[in-house]
């Protein structure tokens, strides 16, 4: 016999994001601003679009003080953390109570013309000019248009079971 699906409740969402947890994910700090008026957000939902023509995908709470400055800016860098690095996916989560260019305080980071800024030793930064915009269920679905990328040889931190872990 086949079970009914549950109904846009509250049990609903929250079963749903139960089992979003079990779903391991990169962990990115995505960045965007220029000299103090800078923002950044620890996000989970980045992904890959598109290798040719290069394109990367965000997805933005409507309510992140980061999405304004990028809409401003016209673009924005994804910051692909490495396995060290779990403190600053704590602080720019919102765990520690900074805000703002606070958040940025204690590491070194590359401002990028219109692309955010860029944290040193990252796994991996990618810098995108904003291509489009999709709006859907309080959420912006960003798309980058990918200038410029770099990698390190290092190990990931991921997202899983409501825990940042080295990979």
């Known amino acids: ?6 109904t846009e409740t509250q ?3 929250d079963n749903f994001r139960q089992a979003m947890r079990h779903l391991a994910s990169g962990v990115s700090i995505i960045t965007a601003g220029t000299g103090a008026d800078r923002s950044g957000f620890t996000a989970t939902s980045v ?4 290798v040719y023509p290069p394109r990367l995908l965000v997805s933005i709470d409507e309510r992140s ?7 401003l800016n ?3 860098t994804a910051n692909l953390l490495s396995s060290g690095q779990k403190h600053l996916a704590e602080v720019f ?7 703002g260019a606070e958040r940025f305080v204690g590491s070194e980071w590359r401002e990028y013309l219109y692309a955010g800024f860029a944290l040193e030793g990252a796994l991996a930064t990618v810098h995108c ?3 489009e915009v999709i709006e859907r ?12 990328s770099r990698t390190l040889v290092a190990g990931a931190l991921v997202y899983i079971g409501g825990r940042f872990t080295a990979l």
Do not use: D
């Open 93 to 99: 989560a919102g765990r520690t109570g900074l805000h």
């Open 1 to 6: 016999m086949l079970a009914l699906c549950e």
């Open 74 to 76: 016209g673009g924005f």
């Open 129 to 131: 000019r904003l291509e």
């Open 137 to 148: 269920h309080g959420h912006r679905l960003v798309i980058g248009e990918v200038l410029g």
């Open 65 to 71: 003080a980061t999405w304004p400055l990028i809409e």
């Open 47 to 50: 992904v890959s679009l598109s």
């Open 11 to 13: 049990a609903a969402a």
